[in-house]
């Protein structure tokens, strides 16, 4: 599925089979998760796209070949390719154990060709390995669960933490957290949204509710949604010392707000992308707190439906393609 510009429809298309170059492997593609991201990159708000540009960056495959050089991965073998496609290891963030924020980072259905498609080709260092039976459900881990880890851990010890906007990510690191010992509070948008706030509590969420109706402070708030307003609603949560913690690539507008919210050594971050260490740890992590993610499946020349469904919130849990 191929997009051409941005706001377009997806096109589905026939192009040639991509080769694996040096240190790159040839990828039979089982799922592909689609993720918010994937919106902002259709309508224009990540304004740098390859174009014509092939999606998707949570894509569970099978390597069915190896370029020169490369190695790591033998036939058959599982694995999965993010977000974070390349990055140069010279640069003074890569130096730093920080390649999330390499200055020539390349990114997997951003500026390389994803996995909206029945084959790509990724560099062998930066996928993942994945159990040898791993199919859709796996998809989402890849970076809606790997963002979403980076966020918790930015939370460093908090035991109350906050997530608003109940998606793809938070209904994964709600499991972790929970499995972590932590109390997890789940905001939603909408007051009547019965059936979103019994899915959090099922995944151990002990609360679930609107952010007006937050019953105690928080000492961190995780951000999924993409609407700026968010945080100095979240700020307002916080108990002192706090943090909240934005995990989205794109955000709206944040208003301004008083000093006030901020004080008291209450803190904002942001979450950029993601490194290799980020799975490393998360994906054993997920394993072990029995992580199950929550899917629904589309063809995947049903791209533009999935977007859209995505974009409407009306899909539970997180959304995946199968070729």
Known sequence: MLLTGAGRPLEAAEVADPEPGAGEVLIRVIACGVCRTDLHVVDGELAEPKLPLILGHQ??????????????????DRVGIPWLAWACGECRYCRSGRENLCERALFTGYTRDGGYAELTVADERFCMPLHAEAEAEAAPLLCAGMIGYRALRMCGDAQRVGLYGFGASAHLICQVAAHQGRRVFAITRDSGDDDKRGFARGLGAEWAGTAAEVPEPLDAAIIFAPAGELVPTALRALAPGGVVVCAGIHMSDIP??????????????SVANLTRRDGEEFLPLAHEAGVEAAITEYPLGDADHALAELRAGRVRGAAVLRP
């Open 59 to 76: 894509v569970v495959g099978e390597a069915v070949a190896s370029g020169p050089g490369a190695d790591r991965w033998a036939d058959g």
């Open 256 to 269: 301004s707000f008083p000093y006030a919210d901020l004080w008291h050594e209450r803190q904002i971050r």
